[in-house]
């Protein structure tokens, strides 16, 4: 990840606690973000969130984004609606780091309620360490929007 680029974090009710200890992580690392909600464990509706963060990786204001709810699913779901957003759910270092590798994932999407802070935080770790390799892969990646 570009050293002072954005990261944009969005997280709805379920997902709060989590992309708050995840801040602390983003602080540690140096990354600077900007958060987009929720600001509590108050109700709110997922796709809001998913779709603020979406729009403004789409208008270009950031390059990658992080996105929590209780599974992950929702969120990347309502992400992926947007054009040039690719998010991807991840659940463990593995399937993050090949969603940035294999399929130049903007987008991480994590599930609150099946990932402990600490698997998150290794998570969120191989997505913005592993650069997209390109090569083969952009030209699949250049297949996913007509």
Partial sequence: MTAMAPLLIAADHAGFELKEALKGSLDRRGVPYRDLGTLSTESVDYPDFAHRLADAISRGEAERGLLVCGSGQGMAMAANRHHGVRAALALDE???????????ANVLSL???L???ERAER?????LDTPFAGGRHERRVSKIEP
């Fill in 94 to 104: 593995e399937s993050a780091r090949l969603s940035r590798e294999h399929n130049d």
């Fill in 111 to 113: 599930g609150a309620r």
């Fill in 115 to 117: 990932t402990s802070a």
């Fill in 123 to 127: 998570i969120l770790d191989a997505f």
